[in-house]
Every structure is written in C-alpha cells, then in structure tokens.
T-cell receptor, first 115, second 117 residues
Framework: DVKVTQSSRYLVKRTGEKVFLECVQDMDHENMFWYRQDPGLGLRLIYFSYDVKMKEKGDIPEGYSVSREKKERFSLILESASTNQTSMYLC??????????????FGQGTRLTVV | KNQVEQSPQSLIILEGKNCTLQCNYTVSPFSNLRWYKQDTGRGPVSLTIMTFSENTKSNGRYTATLDADTKQSSLHITASQLSDSASYICVVSAKKYSGAGSYQLTFGKGTKLSVIP
C-alpha cells in the first residue's frame, strides 16, 4: 500500500516561530510537492522537488523554504511563522513527469494554526 | 494563464440520487485530467485520470467524461451514498516548456458534495 506520511495532523505555533513540516514517502518517487489549501482558493503549489537537493518554486513560495536531503523526505520550513500562514498543508509525491497513469499521491494533511 | 473552474461550488443531494459535477479548463498544452475525492480533514485521493483521447472513464459508481474540444469534463455519481460526501477536485496537467519538472498541475477549487439521508 503506497504511503505519503506527514509528521503531524494538527499543529499550533506562535507568531515568529520557526516551523518544520515533514513529509515522508515510501514509493521511491522522484517528485515531491508541498501545497497549501485554503477555503475558496483550492490547492496552491508552494514548492516542489524533482530530485534530491533539487527544488523549484511554485506559485506562492514567499515565506517558505524547503529541504530535500534524502529522496524519501521533503521538509517545508516556515522561517518565521505568521498568522496568514494558518492553513492546511498537503504533501504529495509522484514518479517523474506526472504523465498518463502516473499517480500523484497525497498525505493526510497538516492543519497548521499560527497564533 | 492556466485555469480550472468547477461548478457548482456546493451541492446537497438525497441519498440514492445521481448527480453531476462540472469542470471547465483553459490549460494548454493539455496532458491529462484527473478527478480527486477529498474527505474532510484528509488528503485528496484519485478517482480517475483521463488523457486527450479518452471520452469516458468509470471507477465504480463514478463516471468521468472529457470533451477535449470544448475543454469540459464532468464527474457523474450514480446512486449516491452518505460516504460520497466530500469535496471533488478537478486537476488538469499541462506540459511545461521551461523549468525543471516537465509537467504542471492546475487545481480547481472543488465542489463540496453533501449527501443527506
């Protein structure tokens, strides 16, 4: 059974804290993604990584950074959390190319609240 | 700019009834279209993936259609069950001409379906 696991389901952090969201996949996928999901806005891509140590900005990278030191792990970092980063964060992974019949698998999500 | 529009935003139906969700897209160059189901508080789970040449694809009580000429897709749910209550997200994949990662996913905002007894 394929699996994308996010380290926390719920997280509450204070403004200004450094926050780490971890994602691990066991499918040996090259591609990994971080999205945030907000009501009325749908899923928006923050960053993605197509290989170890490689990363590319998505649509809304401001205020975030990422780390991919190992193939199976992709971390999202909020350098200094702010209240407008309160959201549901979703990690996903896939084989290269998102081609036909190449599935993108999602984790269960982390609901982050910044107070 | 690539866009995916879904309608309706929300829908309430009685258990056992059928319903159809719509997805219109302006994404190019088109690669494939996916429908995901997202239960509350969970990550999305894939229902179907359709390529340019496919008109219809079924997954149990879910049937997706694709009209690549009009750039429209629909998801039809037959004999709805309470467990069908979820958000349904349409996602279109497009080839990228530049930058790493050969494909880009554009997400619709989803249709929230509530099935009531």
């Amino acid at each position: 059974d394929v699996k994308v696991t996010q380290s926390s389901r719920y997280l509450v952090k204070r403004t200004g804290e450094k926050v780490f969201l971890e994602c691990v996949q066991d499918m040996d996928h090259e591609n990994m993604f971080w999205y945030r999901q907000d009501p009325g806005l749908g899923l928006r891509l923050i960053y993605f990584s197509y290989d170890v140590k490689m990363k590319e900005k998505g649509d809304i990278p401001e205020g975030y950074s990422v780390s991919r030191e190992k193939k199976e792990r992709f971390s999202l970092i909020l350098e200094s959390a702010s209240t407008n980063q309160t959201s549901m964060y979703l990690c996903a992974s896939s084989l290269p190319g998102i081609e036909v019949n190449t599935e993108a698998f999602f984790g269960q999500g982390t609901r982050l609240t910044v107070v | 700019k690539n866009q995916v529009e879904q309608s309706p935003q929300s829908l309430i139906i009685l258990e056992g009834k059928n319903c159809t969700l719509q997805c219109n897209y302006t994404v190019s160059p088109f690669s494939n279209l996916r429908w995901y189901k997202q239960d509350t508080g969970r990550g999305p789970v894939s229902l179907t993936i359709m390529t340019f040449s496919e008109n219809t694809k079924s997954n149990g009580r879910y049937t997706a259609t694709l009209d690549a000429d009009t750039k429209q897709s629909s998801l039809h749910i037959t004999a709805s069950q309470l467990s069908d209550s979820a958000s349904y997200i349409c996602v279109v994949s497009a080839k990228k001409y530049s930058g790493a990662g050969s494909y880009q996913l554009t997400f619709g905002k989803g249709t929230k379906l509530s099935v009531i007894p």
